[in-house]
Structures are given as C-alpha cells and as structure tokens.
C-alpha cells in the first residue's frame, strides 16, 4: 500500500497507511478507508461437474478460477450473480435458483494494492450441460470438470481454495 503517499486534501507527501485499512493524514486530518469489497462466485454445476473458466488477465493469468466477480454499487449479491454470469457467460439465470453456500474473506491484489474481499460463494444447478462462446478477455477458457479431478493448486484465489476443500468433502 506504498503506492499511495501524496494526501488527496492537504497535496502533502504525509499520507500513512496503518497496515490494515486506513491512510491518514497527520498535517490536516484527512483519512480514506479501504473497506471490504464483496464480490461473488459462483458454482455452476451439472451432476458431478462444475463448469471454470481460465482468467486471461492477472491477477492470476492462466488459472482456473469461478465465474463471479465484485458487487457493484446499489446492487445485491444475487444482482451480481446473474450480471456477471451473463457478461462472462452469455448465461442468463433465475436467481430463485441460486443457493447460497457460504463466504470467506480474500485478498484480491491488483496493480499494487491490495483490496480486502468478502467473497460470497453461491451454487447453480443447471439442467443439462452447455459451451459458451467466449470473447478473449477476461476468459481464456472455459471447461467442464468432474469434481474429483479437480486439482486445488490450479484455482486462481485463495478463498476458492479454501471453499473447495470443503466442498469437495460433501
């Protein structure tokens, strides 16, 4: 969080962080709090399957990681479920049909900072299997994998890791 040095209100070069959330300012007060983002993922499953997809930028280029993203402003988590399985997927869900499972907080590090998550971990039952197709950007790929072949050094992010140690024990 050195990236941050110059006080947005004062312009001087005395903005501290405190190690956790939080730049002050000793010359003139200001603070700015890096609060926890939420952010979603959700499990896309059919049977014994779950669908991936490959990150095509950093953080984490090249790793397995669950469709979801962050919470936008003035919307709720099931909002974002369905907005981002849309743009990533071109899959337009029933939220009813959304199960909550469990949340689990991260640390998502982009361009030298490091912004605290709340991810928020839903599953979706689909009927039968599909492919979607794919604009290269955020996805490289996307694949179906039966769930005890998935290996847990291959997912992009921590909290997923840990979300599916448990899963996979159910």
Known sequence: MKLLKYCPSCGKQSLH????????????????YNNVAGAVAVVIRFGD???????NRDPRKGKLDLAGGFVDPKESAEETCKRELFEELQLDI?????KYLTSLPNIYQYKEIDYNTIDLFYEYNVSEKFEVNLELS?????????????????IAFDSQ???FEDYLKK
């Not at 962080?17 to 700015?32: A, I, M, Q, V």
């Not at 029933?94 to 959304?98: K, T």
């Open 138 to 154: 955020e996805i490289s790929e996307a694949v179906w994998i039966p769930l005890q072949e998935l290996q847990l050094e291959d």
């Open 49 to 55: 399957e779950i669908y991936l997809t490959r990150r």
């Open 94 to 98: 029933d939220i009813s049909n959304l």
């Open 161 to 163: 890791k840990r979300f």
């Open 17 to 32: 962080w405190d190690g956790e959330k939080k730049w002050s300012c000793p010359d003139c007060g200001f603070s700015l």
